[in-house]
């Protein structure tokens, strides 16, 4: 099992959210987990980047099977963790979960641990057009 120990998806991600103007909701979150089209397709492009990131490290393709059903596999837990916080849609915590859940999912299926994120907390609940996230948010800061 390899062992990274800091938590660098995470990381990465809570920088471009800080260092850039996305705004509260949008297309642009998938790009920062690695992947660009929106939920109101049907499923959450971020899910899907997660996804694209696993099918390269296991090479999914048609003919195989493990490979390929393992990616899917991971796509349905992720597109899971991100609907049970999905009430209104939050694109920021969206990349969050999907990120945290698969860095969870990365030692199950590739052998790499990769420590969790610090207590992250959202700067941004005030910006949601939605309202109503608090009790809905993992990530929520009053």
Same mark, same amino acid.
């Given at each position: ?8 998806? &995470?990381?990465? $991600?809570?920088?471009?959210? =800080?260092? %850039?103007?996305?705004? #509260?909701?949008?297309? +642009?979150?998938?790009?920062? /987990? ?23 490290? &296991?090479?999914? $393709?048609?003919?195989?099977? =493990?490979? %390929?059903?393992?990616? #899917?596999?991971?796509? +349905?837990?992720?597109?899971? /963790? ?61």
């Amino acid at each position: 099992m390899i062992k990274i120990k800091e938590p660098i998806p &995470l990381a990465v $991600a809570e920088e471009i959210i =800080k260092a %850039t103007d996305v705004p #509260m909701l949008g297309c +642009e979150h998938a790009w920062v /987990a690695a992947g660009a089209y929106c939920g109101l397709t049907g499923v959450c492009g971020v899910a899907v980047a997660i996804g694209s990131a696993f099918s390269v490290i &296991l090479g999914a $393709a048609c003919p195989k099977d =493990k490979e %390929t059903s393992t990616t #899917m596999r991971v796509v +349905e837990r992720v597109v899971e /963790a991100i609907a049970d916080q999905a009430s209104p849609c939050c694109c920021k915590n969206c990349v969050r979960t999907a990120l945290t859940f698969g860095c969870e999912l990365a030692k199950t299926h590739l052998g790499v641990e990769l420590v969790p994120a610090t207590k992250i907390k959202c700067r941004d609940n005030h910006r949601h057009p939605h309202g109503r996230r608090k009790g809905h948010c993992r990530y929520y800061a009053n």
